[in-house]
């Protein structure tokens, strides 16, 4: 089970950090990763997080986000800075180990 936390609404420029914590004993050999799904487009890879530390980000929220993960806490996190209306969407967390889990979107909300 995956329960994101920490979404809101900022204003253009601010930061906020998204928090997904996992229950099971899996989380620490799994690949860890935040999706977002904007009003009438398609979910998108925000940011994604292995094992062994390599992390890839969308072109859209390089050098502004930035994933990491805490094994001892089975929890990922998402720090989120500069942040933009579009950037505004249901974010996801996601678990990959053999199959994808997926917790309940939390809600990003920036006005401009």
């Known amino acids: 089970q995956l329960q994101a936390s920490g979404g809101g609404l900022v204003q253009a420029g601010g930061s906020l950090r998204l928090s997904c914590a996992a229950s099971?004993?899996?989380?620490?050999?799994?690949?860890m990763g935040w999706y977002r799904q904007a009003p009438g487009k398609q979910r998108e890879l925000v940011a994604r997080?292995?094992?062994?530390?390599?992390?890839n980000y969308a072109d859209s929220v390089k050098d502004r986000f930035t994933i990491s993960r805490e094994n001892a806490k089975n929890t990922v996190y998402l720090q989120m800075n500069s942040l933009k209306p579009e950037d505004t969407a249901v974010y996801y967390c996601?678990?990959?180990?053999?199959?994808?889990?997926w917790g309940k979107g939390t809600l990003v909300t920036v006005s401009s």
């Open positions: 099971g004993s899996i989380f620490s050999i799994s690949v």
């Open positions: 996601n678990l990959f180990y053999r199959v994808n889990y």
């Open positions: 997080l292995n094992t062994a530390g390599s992390t």
